[in-house]
């Protein structure tokens, strides 16, 4: 089992920046594919960055050049770097991090951490 702790939520003005981080624990995640999401009041979850072991990312259109995701395999801890924000970034963001045993996946999820951004 993984647990996925948020942290990092908050209000900023709008072109402001933000740090979440997503510490893991039970297990080492260094080779778990991780992701961040976010769900807007009334929206459902979206996708928003994803990290792979080897350093690859991939981001949401609405997102890229403004967040960027990391991770620090000594913390066992992903972060994502939030900068320029606007208001439609105003979400509860979800940690995810995935792993995979020949065709089985096994996701986990934290408990979310709330962005709001003020115009």
């Known amino acids: 089992q993984v647990q996925l702790v948020e942290s990092g939520g908050g209000l900023v003005q709008a072109g402001g920046s933000l740090r979440l981080s997503c510490a893991a624990s039970?297990?080492?995640?260094?080779?778990?594919?991780m992701k961040w999401f976010r769900q807007a009041p009334g929206a459902e979850r979206e996708f928003v960055a994803a990290?792979?072991?080897?350093?690859?990312?991939y981001y949401a259109d609405s997102v890229k050049g403004r967040f960027t995701i990391s991770r620090d395999n000594a913390k066992n801890t992903v972060y994502l770097q939030m900068n320029s924000l606007k208001s439609e970034d105003t979400a509860v963001y979800y940690c995810?991090?995935?792993?995979?045993?020949?065709?089985?996946?096994?996701?986990?999820w934290g408990q979310g951490t709330q962005v709001t951004v003020s115009s």
């Open positions: 995810n991090a995935r792993a995979t045993v020949e065709t089985t996946s096994f996701d986990y």
């Open positions: 990290s792979w072991s080897g350093d690859k990312t």
């Open positions: 039970g297990r080492t995640v260094s080779n778990y594919v």
